[in-house]
């Protein structure tokens, strides 16, 4: 999460209706230059203006489709526009309403961090024949994350591919086979736990990287065993979910069905009847027949959007846990009308712009992610490789994006 200086009183003071006028003037004025693209967790005020709806992946590849705009208002959070500038073309401007709407997630996976556990887990388990360790990272991390895994051979995974990905890494390695390829997994341990759960490796195959203890708080032969090394992350909102909610509303709602999100606890998901990405938790309940009942476990402001486009269903959060991203809801009508305010007087506010190293690195991980799952490629094609990073280029210092202030062209 970076710093955000607070906007001018003058736009948190001045009533709603007025925010929502300007903002629509501002969106006519700019026609086709610009596109507002709006994270299912965003809230309905920001969603009404957003010219396309849905996870980070899917908005980034929208928004690099679109080559004819300029400016490209990622109403999300920071990695999702780091993702959004990497895939985009040079000319296009991605802008963070809200520099303060960060990722918890994201956040617990420092690349400087990542770097260490690398070297330890290499050197723990150089005895070992033939052994291969394949970084995978969830889309939810920064650039400079994405950039070394890209680097060091692996690749991006999503909500919804994570079992293909894994079982490319796992290049047919079984559960029960000696672990020669092993996968460090950032920064969800949840997702990297229930997919691997999911793909038949008992929990007894996985060991939780704690970032914050010496050595991942693991000893040598703790990490030799492991077909799996999980970054001890996970999101704010999903793990407020707990296995009791579900007993508790089962108890309260007959016939209910419970639809989590992968990003949720192990034991959540074992009592749940589906898992799956945002994008399959909203079409599940879309195509599913009027009078059905659903419990979601996934952020407030979807579930309730849900509820209100299908009054024919009975739908509920599930829990009354607050289950609100609440860095997500700092990009509200007020912040996006004052990046909209700066643009239309030619000055870009709140740019996201990864660095060239870590564009190129994390292109090639989000790309391998596409060869593996056959998706369409990443446009632009990947800009000309990069010179090696030197030792005494920080990961912390060099391998960051940077917010501009500068002048719309
Ligand atoms: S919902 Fe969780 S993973 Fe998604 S942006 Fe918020 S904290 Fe990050």
């Known amino acids: 999460m970076e710093w955000q200086q607070p906007i001018p009183k003058q736009y948190l003071q001045m009533p709603r209706a007025t925010v929502l006028e300007r903002i629509a003037e501002h969106k006519k004025a700019l026609g086709k230059r610009l596109v507002i693209l709006g994270h299912h967790y965003q809230q309905d005020d920001v969603v009404a203006f957003a010219d396309y709806v849905g996870d980070s992946f899917q908005l980034s590849r929208q928004a690099a489709e679109l080559t004819e705009t300029e400016f490209v208002i990622f109403c999300g959070v920071h990695f999702m526009a780091e993702s959004a500038d990497v895939l985009t073309s040079p000319h296009q401007k991605v802008i ?46 920064s650039a400079a994350v994405k950039s070394f895994v890209g680097e060091h051979g692996g690749a991006v995974c999503t909500s919804s591919n994570c079992e293909k990905i894994l079982t490319w890494a796992l290049n047919g390695q079984k559960p029960g086979d000696v672990p020669r390829r092993k996968i460090i997994f950032f920064p969800d341990q949840h997702l990297g736990r229930n997919t691997a759960y999911k793909m038949g490796f008992g929990l007894d195959t996985m060991v939780t990287w704690d970032y914050r203890a010496m050595r991942g708080g693991l000893n040598d032969e703790q990490i030799a065993e492991a077909n799996f090394i999980l970054w001890k992350g996970h999101c704010s909102v999903h793990q407020l979910f707990r296995p009791e909610h579900v007993d508790d509303i089962r108890r309260r709602i007959e016939g209910i069905l419970v639809i989590v999100h992968p990003e949720c606890r192990w034991e959540v998901v074992q009592k749940a ?137």
């Open 96 to 141: 963070l309403p809200d520099m303060g709407a960060g990722c918890s997630m994201a956040d617990m996976a420092q690349a400087d961090d990542v770097v260490d556990a690398w070297d330890i887990i290499t050197e723990a388990c150089r005895d070992l024949d033939q052994f291969e360790l394949i970084p995978i990272t969830y889309v939810n991390s």
């Open 273 to 409: 009847d589906m898992v799956g990405s945002t994008e399959f938790i909203g079409r599940t309940i879309r195509e599913s027949p009027p009078g059905s009942k659903w419990a979601v476990g996934t952020e407030v402001h979807m579930v309730n959007r849900l509820a209100t486009s299908h009054p024919d269903k009975q739908i509920v959060i599930l829990s009354d846990c607050q289950c609100l991203c609440t860095t997500m809801y700092r990009i509200d009508p007020p912040h996006l009308l004052h990046v909209l305010d700066h643009l239309a007087q030619g000055r870009i506010m709140n740019q996201i712009r990864v660095n060239d190293y870590d564009r190129y690195w994390s292109r090639v991980s989000l790309q391998r992610m596409l060869d593996i799952t056959g998706g369409r490629p990443v446009s632009p094609p990947p800009e000309p490789k990069p010179a090696p990073r030197h030792d005494d280029d920080a990961m912390s210092g060099a391998n960051t994006s940077h917010h501009l202030a500068v002048v719309a062209g």
